[in-house]
């Protein structure tokens, strides 16, 4: 059972069945004139205008990209090249993904100057300190709406609203919650947002970037002129074709998925914090993701009870894919105040709509026997260590 969706997700067969073709006889490059190029560029503008279509904007004001990361990237560093004369203030969230966290350190190293808001225990910004970080220096906020670890939601029709009022412009990374979560570009202030292809079901390696219209920014990859000049190279036509479907199928089934996960969500968090003793949700209870959980267990350690899980026929991870190969301690569980300790103990279930398949007693029968397994062994759990001095508290 793929318990891991937020990480990637399997392509859909409607999907694949709609890129073949272009892997195959529609070959052609679309920036040619003759018919099979036509063809491949046909192909992209209706992928341009479904994706338009799922986020309440207009078709030319959507670029394809090679994925979630270089939307992130694109968004934040043609922002910052472009408005550096105005002032060189960015403002975001200490949960951000790798993708725009890093390109934020990349800044700083040229003297942009970034204000981190904290998350709380909740894991969900405050506006007030919002209000607080701007200056008028600041050109941009960037804050993720949906978190990839624990699943949170941010405010961000304020966030957009509040960025307006101070004439600065506003991006989310949107690769968690396109989809799964009403995206609507006007209705909540939006300037330019990341989203993803594979986290939809579609193909790996493809993504797009909404600019809305008016805003303007460097572009990173400098070439032939393709996506309007802003995002130079071939289209990846036949990825780009599963991107488009893939996001028609997840937004025209949105509620009726949205409705059906968040139950099963629900249901696994009330049987693992009622059955397993010292078990805690990670973010907030309401304000999250219907498809994203994060619990925590006290002295678990996280990788072992992933592997407990796997040999069940579970696949589930302790948070983000990216930082899974090293031992640092998740920088978004630190962010809610946690204990290093108490964050390696998090393990993470990211549901997609065919997960309605297992039995969620089952499930939570698994998870607890793996942590009764684990905490026999643990001189943590068995008070042969102290705990506290451990974590550092007196
Ligand atoms: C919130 C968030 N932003 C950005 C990315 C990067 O997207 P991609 O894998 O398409 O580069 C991910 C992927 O895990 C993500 O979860």
New binding site residues.
Partial sequence: MYLDN??TTKISSEVLEEMLPYLKDEFGNPSTLYSVGRESKKALEQARQRIADSINAKKDEIIFTS????S?NLAIKGVAFKLQKKGKHIISSEIE?P??KETLHFLESLDFKVTYLPVYDNGIIKIEDLKEAITPETILITI?H???EIGTLQPIEEIGKIAHENNILFHT?A??TFGKVEVDVEKQNIDLL?V????INGP?GV?AIYIKKGVRLVPLIHGGGQERGIRSGTENVAGIVGFGKAAELACSQLDEHAEKLSKIRDEIIEKVLDTIPESYLNGDRDQRLPNVINFRFKAIEGESLILLLDSKGYQTSTG???SSKTLEASPVLTALGLDPVDVHGSLRISLAPESDVFDVDEFVEAIAQSVERLRKMSPLWNNELDYNAIVGRK
């Avoid at 994925?67 to 270089?70: D, I, K, L, R």
């Avoid at 993803?196 to 986290?199: L, T």
């Fill in positions: 937020s990480a994925g979630g990361s270089e992130d993904h993708a725009v993720m949906g978190n990839n990374d690769v968690q990341s993803s292809s594979h986290k790996k993504g983000s894919a990216c």
